[in-house]
């Protein structure tokens, strides 16, 4: 199953949104409810699609098997 493109617009406006207000010297921005339920709504299908994404590599890896590391201790010799 191919993902459809995401369309990151309103993360890219944010982005530069802060850099205008940071260029100017600006002590804060300002979102309308709008603006910031596109940036909410598209920052959670981000995240979504990467936590797929990451959860379709380990199975496709193999990692969901557990393994088992054994660490002894013996105090070692070295130290005076």
Do not use: H
């Not at 409810?33 to 380990?58: C, W």
């Amino acid at each position: 199953m191919q993902n459809e493109p995401l369309n990151t617009a309103p993360i890219q406006q944010f982005i530069q949104q802060v850099k205008s207000a940071d260029a100017s010297n600006q002590r804060e921005i300002k979102l309308d409810i709008q603006t910031s339920k596109r940036l909410a709504f598209t920052l959670g299908e981000v995240m979504s699609r990467l936590n797929g994404d990451l959860e379709a590599l380990l199975i496709k890896n193999g990692s969901g098997q557990e393994e088992v590391i054994q660490i002894s201790m013996d105090g070692g010799s070295g130290w005076k």
